[in-house]
Every structure is written in structure tokens, then in C-alpha cells.
């Protein structure tokens, strides 16, 4: 092109970009990014946290910490919070979690305010490790600092939640994101749908069937049908319980008198066989 002098545009530029990035020619990516500066065009954030988050996944950490300074030094606009925040996942996404959470706290006493997907990425490895109380205090702290948790960030904390046996927790957590219109997808059902058929929770199950059905998705969505078919069968072993359960209490236990005058006996017995007694049911 630049032998017939025809100058590249932004979208010949994107174009190599991400074909060099996908072949792991950072070196080269990095020289394109400075012909387009040279060439007028701004390079996208998602261009600049990209090739970052690149040249951490292939072990490049020091190129990836040049380029950040780089950005800051080129003045480029936005280019500390996005700079920033691709330092973040890229660390804790390649076992660096206590560097990571260490730069976004600095981030945050210099106001700089890391992405939402930054924040959840943080999240999701804080919960993977296990670490459910430390993940949940980073969502106090980013909507703290005005970052509004999205859909993703809240199908990583409910299936946490769930992973842990707290459905009930998870439960509000949904119910949260209803509260702050925050749409929730066909995987925030799947996951709260699984675990409610597992455990045979009919009241929370007649409330998620009611929000799949109100948004479509049941028909639409072939796991969507497999755990309601699970549900459906749950609520009708809940509903079988819950009509022999009248029988178990009209049995009762055995009556009094006859309880009393056979406890003396048995008593006795135990403390002689070095065995303990007990009431059932005590």
C-alpha cells in the first residue's frame, strides 16, 4: 500500500493487528500500535489491554509492563485506567493474585477506577481459590468506588455460593440483581435451577420457573427444559412427602403410660450393659 502511496486505514490497521496479536507477534503488534499514532489513528482500549493481557498469558510480564508505562507516557486517553486494569487480570489470571489485588488497591487510592470485567475477573479467581469472603469484600469495593457489578460478575459470585451449599445466600444475590435491573442470562437459571432440584426446593424453583417462563426462556433453551423437567419432578416428590407427612405425625409415640413404665426398666438394663438410652425423638 505504501508503494502506490494509498495510506492504511483504522480498519487495515485493526485488521493486522489482530492477526499478528493471534500468532503471538507482540513485537510486531507493539510497532503497529506506533504507526497508528503515527498515522493519526488512536489504537482502542481493547487494542491496548489485549495485547497486555497477551504478553502475560505467553510470560512476557516485562514487555507487558513496559507497554503500560508506554501507554502513560504517550498521554493516550484512558490509557492509565485501561493500561491499569489489563494489569490486573493479567496478573491474577496468571497465579499472581496477591500482586494483582495489590495493584488494583493502589489503583483505587489514586482514584483510578479498574473496568467492571477487571473486578470480576479478580472475583471469579478469589472464589476459585477458595477464598469466598475476600471475593464478596471486592464487590463491597468496587460498587464503593461506582463500579456497577454486570450479569457476569454476579453468575460468578452465585455459583460460588452454590459450589459452597449456600443457596440460600445465592438466592439474594439474585434476587439483588432483580432489584438492580441487572439482566440476569440463561446461565444465572441454570446454575440457581441445578442446585435448587438437587436440593427439592419448591418455593425458590415456582419462583425461578416463573422468571424463565416471563422471559421466554424455557421453550427457547434446551438445558433450560432439562432442569425444569428436574424441578418439575422435584416438586412432585416435595408434594408426596408432604401428604404422607399427616400420617407419620397422627402415629405419634408410643403412649405415655406405657413409655413410663418401661423406662425404669431399660434404664437399669443400660447402666448394666454400659449402654445409653434415649427417647426417640428427644
Not at 493486522?16 to 513485537?27: H, P, T
Not at 486517553?77 to 495493584?103: D, I, P, W, Y
Not at 407427612?245 to 409415640?253: L, N, Q, T, V, Y
Request: charged share 25%; aromatic share 6%; hydrophobic share 40%.
Amino acid at each position: 500500500m505504501k508503494s502506490v502511496k494509498i495510506p492504511p486505514g483504522e480498519n487495515t490497521f485493526a485488521s493486522l493487528f489482530n492477526g499478528l496479536k493471534r500468532n503471538s507477534c507482540f513485537q510486531e503488534s507493539h510497532f503497529l500500535l506506533h504507526e497508528m499514532l503515527k498515522n493519526g489513528f488512536v489504537p482502542s482500549e481493547r487494542q491496548y489491554s489485549s495485547l497486555i493481557m497477551n504478553m502475560f498469558k505467553n510470560g512476557n510480564i516485562q514487555g507487558a509492563f513496559k507497554l503500560k508505562d508506554e501507554m502513560e507516557a504517550l498521554s493516550v486517553v484512558s490509557s492509565c485506567h485501561v493500561a491499569e486494569s489489563a494489569m490486573v487480570r493479567g496478573l491474577v489470571q496468571n497465579g499472581k493474585t496477591e500482586e494483582g489485588l495489590f495493584l488494583l488497591k493502589w489503583m483505587l487510592r489514586r482514584n483510578i477506577v479498574p473496568t467492571v470485567p477487571t473486578f470480576t475477573d479478580v472475583i471469579h479467581v478469589l472464589c476459585k481459590e477458595g477464598k469466598l469472603s475476600e471475593a464478596l469484600g471486592i464487590k463491597v469495593l468496587m460498587e464503593k468506588h461506582g463500579a456497577r457489578p454486570d450479569v457476569v460478575t454476579y453468575n460468578v459470585i452465585i455459583t460460588a455460593l452454590c459450589r459452597e451449599g449456600d443457596v440460600a445466600r445465592a438466592f439474594e444475590f439474585y434476587e439483588e440483581l432483580e432489584k438492580r435491573n441487572v439482566c440476569a442470562n440463561t446461565t444465572t437459571f441454570s446454575i440457581l435451577g441445578s442446585v435448587i432440584c438437587n436440593e427439592n426446593d419448591c418455593v425458590r424453583g415456582k419462583r425461578i420457573l416463573n422468571d424463565l417462563e416471563e422471559r421466554g426462556l424455557v421453550s427457547g433453551d434446551s438445558s433450560a427444559q432439562a432442569w425444569n423437567e428436574r424441578l418439575s419432578e422435584a416438586m412432585a416428590n416435595i408434594d408426596l412427602l408432604r401428604r404422607k407427612s399427616p400420617r407419620r405425625i397422627a402415629m405419634g409415640p408410643p403412649a405415655a403410660t406405657t413409655f413410663e413404665k418401661s423406662k425404669g426398666a431399660a434404664a437399669a438394663d443400660g447402666e448394666a450393659s454400659g449402654l445409653s438410652w434415649r427417647r426417640r425423638g428427644a
